[in-house]
């Protein structure tokens, strides 16, 4: 999509074919989980280093295969999971599965511990990117104590609120069906890892 705009002064200006602006994605996410995960796979980055330089050996090998691979399921369990609006639909990446859904199939979306996203076929998917954190849940259970501005449920409603307004926005020109794929990539790294392991034992 183009738009036009003068450049110059009076009538001497000329016309310029400007794209329009796309827009942009929104992606949201637990950013302890995140933050968390990566100081993880940092600590076990140095330590494969460490092996890599200083134990070459068949023990080392087995040793470091099973360091990428806990690194790698620190990857799927903390970084990976997240909510992305599009206009063209939710994309909702869990652990090991990422889920399209196109604004015309999304019926719902509430928060339970975690943001769920209810599809027009009655099917519920669960966005462990979007979650509560327990310290939020038990002063709001409680009461008396104040949550801050900055809590995990305020946010978790802001999510919400977004998901409700794209539906709206976008529902009426929205195409396509809900698609389910797995994280082929992460699922065949830690499975050739855990391999690795398992010969580098055997060779010993």
């Not at 890599?52 to 080392?60: A, F, K, N, Y």
């Not at 994309?91 to 928060?111: E, M, Q, S």
């Not at 038990?138 to 008396?144: A, F, H, P, S, T």
Request: aromatic content about 4%; hydrophobic content about 45%.
């Amino acid at each position: 999509m183009t738009s036009c705009r003068v450049v110059g002064r009076g009538w001497s200006g000329y016309l310029v074919r400007v794209k329009a602006k796309v827009p942009e994605s929104e992606q949201y996410l637990s950013t302890s989980n995140r933050i968390t995960g990566v100081v993880v796979m940092v600590i076990g980055l140095i330590a494969l280093l460490d092996i890599v330089l200083e134990w070459r050996t068949l023990g080392g090998l087995v040793v470091g295969s099973l360091i990428g691979a806990l690194m790698v399921v620190t990857y799927i369990g903390l970084v990976r999971p997240s909510v992305t609006l599009r206009p063209d639909g939710l994309l909702i990446r869990n652990h090991v599965r990422d889920h399209h859904v196109p604004w015309n199939k999304v019926a719902d979306a509430d928060v339970t511990d975690l943001l769920r996203v209810e599809t027009e076929s009655g099917r519920r998917i669960r966005c462990p990117g979007v979650q509560l954190v327990m310290k939020d849940l038990r002063k709001q259970r409680v009461g008396g104590r104040k949550l801050s501005a900055e809590n995990s449920i305020t946010r978790a409603d802001f999510v919400v609120d977004r998901i409700d307004n794209h539906r709206e926005r976008h529902a009426g020109t929205a195409t396509g069906e809900v698609s389910t794929r797995w994280a082929v990539p992460e699922l065949a790294v830690l499975t050739a890892l855990v391999l690795t392991a398992l010969v580098g034992q055997l060779l010993r």
